[in-house]
């Protein structure tokens, strides 16, 4: 019996023997070397059904400006594919534009930023060193290589760097597929084929003809514009043959203070002889955007100079009660100087997301952004989620038809449709594409954005370029210069133009200016420029 107990044991022991051998062969070598055949080999990735644990998604705060033109959605199409993609959770937080401003500076002020944020590059280049904002050149050299391929490809985006470094991600554009955009003039034609007028070539002739369609219309008001004199001096001035306030003038190669020169009293002039003969909308300083589109949808007022866009959605409405309404590109219009000349906005915004130099998750933001600049991201960001809201073919980017039906039938089609997805300049998105607007919008837009591009190439249209990089001393001086000049100016523009200050007064306007520091703002800006070669 004794003998027979042995032999078990020693059975046992033996299979208990063998089954750790075999445990050691299938988890490939007891000693973790890999197998000789295998050598230098990397070692595969454990499949997904292998159990290894995914990271958590991280959550950040988005914050920027909720258009009314194009409401913010939480959740959207858009986000989603961020999120699958890139594995970070995107908490959108929209503030109404009209409060933007004034919120995100008393966020910058009391060092209390989202973990992102949008802002315009003034902010970007006032606030840059004041220790608020993340200095993403301490990463993107690993983390961004799509981001680096965008700054090899556009050489303006080294305008950006702050000190030599970026503070933040720049919003650009896919110039392949770029509509050519400008605060540019247009016109009603019915109104001007209804009373035998010819499209006027210059703003002699325009005031002429918005004489003659306030005779016709006493209860309108020709010209309309939104959010004052000031936003729209950028422009109008320009195509005055001056600027506003300091701008790169092509033809001097230098900046100058427009306000200075002797043709900014054209313009003034100008402006103020169509208000006082009711030719200019008397509500032109307070016009919301959503009052200046109601003059023009509505057969208030025939005539802007702003973003030509618009003009399609003026047109649907306008044709459902008259179908011959139409707005339509006025040419380039000769000033009273004899300028020629107009201008155009670049396709990229240049306006950035910064990033909390408080976030937990830099790395993750950084990647996350990176994503975005690849064309799959930029895909997601314009398009909304692949197979379902676009497919491409060839190449080719192709709008879902039943997307495109679900929304063309709304008061501004594109707007309402990037709303729904979220994509696009105004929703959360680096790199633009005007596909989804030359797609779902009338074929009358396309046709003026090739006639803005007709004239640029013959170089009465112009292209606003990026203002030079400026020095932290540089930086320190214009935030200081720049408010005392910006309070005289917006203290006064609308006063010329309403008549309670002559333009007489023009030189003692301009000694203000001067003495707040209008000189010394050109000279910081052409020192900088000349650092640049130029």
Same mark, same amino acid.
């Given at each position: 019996?004794?003998?027979?107990?042995?032999?078990?044991?020693?059975?046992?022991?033996?299979?208990?023997?063998?089954?750790?051998?075999?445990?050691?062969?299938?988890?490939?070598?007891?000693?973790?070397?890999?197998?000789?055949?295998?050598?230098?080999?990397?070692?595969? $990735?454990?499949?997904?059904?292998?159990?290894?644990?995914?990271?958590?998604?991280?959550?950040?705060?988005?914050?920027?400006?909720?258009?009314?033109?194009?409401?913010?959605?939480?959740?959207?199409?858009?986000?989603?594919?961020?999120?699958?993609?890139?594995?970070?959770?995107?908490?959108?937080?929209?503030?109404?534009?009209?409060?933007?401003?004034?919120?995100?500076?008393?966020?910058? !002020?009391?060092?209390?930023?989202?973990?992102?944020?949008?802002?315009?590059?003034?902010?970007?280049?006032?606030? !840059?060193?004041?220790?608020?904002?993340?200095?993403?050149?301490?990463?993107?050299?690993?983390?961004?290589?799509?981001?680096?391929?965008?700054?090899?490809?556009?050489?303006?985006?080294?305008?950006?760097?702050?000190?030599?470094?970026?503070?933040?991600?720049?919003?650009?554009?896919?110039?392949?597929? !770029?509509?050519?955009?400008?605060?540019?003039?247009?016109?009603?034609?019915?109104?001007?084929?209804?009373?035998?007028?010819?499209?006027?070539?210059?703003?002699?002739?325009?005031?002429?003809?918005?004489?003659?369609?306030?005779?016709?219309?006493?209860?309108?008001?020709?010209?309309?514009?939104?959010?004052? $004199?000031?936003?729209?001096?950028?422009?109008?001035?320009?195509?005055?043959?001056?600027?506003?306030?300091?701008?790169?003038?092509?033809?001097?190669?230098?900046?100058?203070?427009?306000?200075?020169?002797?043709?900014?009293?054209?313009?003034?002039?100008?402006?103020?002889?169509?208000?006082?003969?009711?030719?200019?909308?008397?509500?032109?300083?307070?016009?919301?955007?959503?009052?200046?589109?109601?003059?023009?949808?509505?057969?208030?007022?025939?005539?802007?100079?702003?973003?030509?866009?618009?003009?399609?959605?003026?047109?649907?409405?306008?044709?459902?009660?008259?179908?011959?309404?139409?707005?339509?590109?006025?040419?380039?219009?000769?000033?009273?100087?004899? $300028?020629?000349?107009?201008?155009?906005?670049?396709?990229?915004?240049?306006?950035?997301?910064?990033?909390?130099?408080?976030?937990?998750?830099?790395?993750?933001?950084?990647?996350?952004?990176?994503?975005?600049?690849?064309?799959?991201?930029?895909?997601?960001?314009?398009?909304?989620?692949?197979?379902?809201?676009?497919?491409?073919?060839?190449?080719?980017?192709?709008?879902?038809?039943?997307?495109?039906?679900?929304?063309?039938?709304?008061?501004?089609?594109?707007?309402?449709?990037?709303?729904?997805?979220?994509?696009?300049?105004?929703?959360?998105?680096?790199?633009?594409?005007?596909?989804?607007?030359?797609?779902?919008?009338?074929?009358?837009?396309?046709?003026?954005?090739?006639?803005?591009?007709?004239?640029?190439?013959?170089?009465?249209?112009?292209?606003?370029?990026?203002?030079?990089?400026?020095?932290?001393?540089?930086?320190?001086?214009?935030?200081?210069?720049?408010?005392?000049?910006?309070?005289?100016?917006?203290?006064?523009?609308?006063?010329?133009?309403?008549?309670?200050?002559?333009?007489?007064?023009?030189?003692?306007?301009?000694?203000?200016?001067?003495?707040?520091?209008?000189?010394?703002?050109?000279?910081?800006?052409?020192?900088?420029?000349?650092?640049?070669?130029?």
């Amino acid at each position: 019996m004794m003998v027979l107990k042995t032999s078990k044991t020693r059975y046992a022991l033996l299979l208990l023997l063998l089954l750790s051998l075999v445990t050691a062969a299938c988890s490939g070598s007891g000693n973790g070397t890999a197998p000789a055949d295998n050598a230098g080999k990397p070692e595969a $990735a454990a499949p997904e059904t292998s159990g290894a644990a995914t990271p958590d998604p991280v959550e950040i705060t988005v914050m920027r400006g909720d258009a009314p033109i194009q409401p913010l959605v939480k959740d959207s199409p858009a986000q989603k594919e961020i999120m699958s993609h890139t594995n970070v959770i995107i908490n959108l937080e929209g503030v109404p534009n009209s409060d933007y401003d004034a919120k995100s500076n008393t966020l910058i !002020a009391t060092n209390n930023v989202p973990d992102v944020m949008h802002i315009k590059r003034a902010d970007l280049i006032t606030h !840059a060193n004041s220790g608020v904002f993340l200095n993403l050149s301490d990463y993107i050299e690993t983390y961004a290589p799509n981001f680096l391929k965008w700054v090899e490809q556009e050489p303006e985006l080294d305008k950006l760097r702050i000190d030599g470094d970026f503070y933040g991600f720049p919003i650009v554009a896919n110039k392949e597929h !770029a509509a050519f955009v400008g605060g540019l003039p247009m016109i009603r034609t019915d109104i001007l084929q209804e009373l035998n007028l010819a499209m006027p070539t210059s703003f002699d002739e325009l005031y002429e003809v918005l004489k003659a369609m306030k005779a016709a219309y006493p209860d309108s008001y020709p010209w309309t514009m939104r959010n004052g $004199a000031e936003a729209n001096l950028k422009t109008l001035a320009f195509a005055f043959g001056n600027g506003y306030p300091t701008y790169y003038d092509p033809e001097d190669s230098q900046y100058v203070f427009g306000p200075m020169k002797d043709s900014f009293a054209d313009v003034l002039t100008y402006l103020n002889k169509l208000y006082k003969e009711g030719l200019l909308d008397p509500n032109f300083a307070t016009n919301t955007a959503q009052q200046w589109q109601q003059n023009l949808s509505s057969g208030k007022s025939f005539f802007f100079f702003d973003n030509y866009t618009f003009a399609t959605n003026f047109n649907l409405s306008l044709q459902e009660i008259d179908k011959t309404a139409q707005f339509d590109m006025v040419p380039v219009l000769t000033a009273p100087s004899g $300028a020629k000349r107009h201008y155009m906005d670049s396709p990229n915004s240049y306006n950035s997301y910064v990033v909390s130099s408080k976030t937990e998750h830099p790395e993750e933001i950084v990647k996350m952004f990176d994503w975005m600049y690849s064309e799959e991201g930029m895909e997601a960001t314009n398009f909304g989620t692949p197979g379902v809201h676009f497919t491409k073919e060839n190449g080719k980017i192709v709008i879902s038809p039943d997307l495109l039906a679900e929304f063309s039938g709304k008061s501004d089609p594109y707007r309402a449709m990037q709303s729904y997805t979220g994509t696009g300049l105004l929703a959360f998105a680096v790199v633009t594409d005007d596909t989804p607007m030359l797609t779902i919008s009338p074929p009358k837009l396309t046709d003026w954005s090739d006639m803005v591009k007709a004239q640029v190439s013959e170089g009465s249209i112009v292209e606003k370029v990026l203002d030079p990089p400026f020095t932290e001393a540089e930086r320190e001086q214009l935030k200081q210069l720049n408010s005392s000049v910006n309070t005289i100016l917006t203290q006064n523009i609308d006063k010329f133009i309403f008549g309670a200050r002559p333009v007489s007064e023009l030189d003692a306007f301009r000694n203000e200016l001067n003495k707040a520091g209008a000189a010394e703002i050109v000279a910081i800006y052409n020192a900088a420029l000349a650092r640049m070669g130029s």
